[in-house]
């Protein structure tokens, strides 16, 4: 199916050059509308989903989300540590 779609001119441009730069081809411009509705259409359909069992879905802006600090200090080099350990440990013993 063909379809006709109307931007304006800059930000066409933009788009074309983003999607040129990640994927090499200019000729990936429909995929990439393509894949952009299909991530809209899925969003919607959380949505309602969530509606029809009675949660109540609305836009959060970035100012409303409050920072939390854990209560249990946490240190994520430590833990990287540990995993990288472990990591080698395993191959080591093998």
């Known amino acids: 199916m063909k379809v006709s ?3 304006e001119d ?11 730069r990640r994927t090499g081809d200019s000729r990936a411009l429909s995929s ?6 299909r991530e809209s ?6 949505k309602i989903g ?9 836009p959060v802006s970035s100012n409303q989300i ?6 249990v200090s946490t240190s994520s080099s430590a833990t990287l540590k540990k995993m990288r350990a472990s990591r080698l440990g395993k191959a080591v013993s093998r």
């Open 5 to 7: 779609l109307y931007f």
């Open 10 to 20: 800059d930000l066409w441009g933009k788009f074309k050059k983003n999607v040129l």
């Open 32 to 37: 990439e509308v393509q894949n952009l509705l």
């Open 41 to 46: 259409l899925i969003e919607n359909v959380v």
């Open 50 to 58: 969530f509606e029809n069992i009675g949660i109540e879905v609305k």
């Open 66 to 71: 409050v920072p939390v600090k854990p209560f």
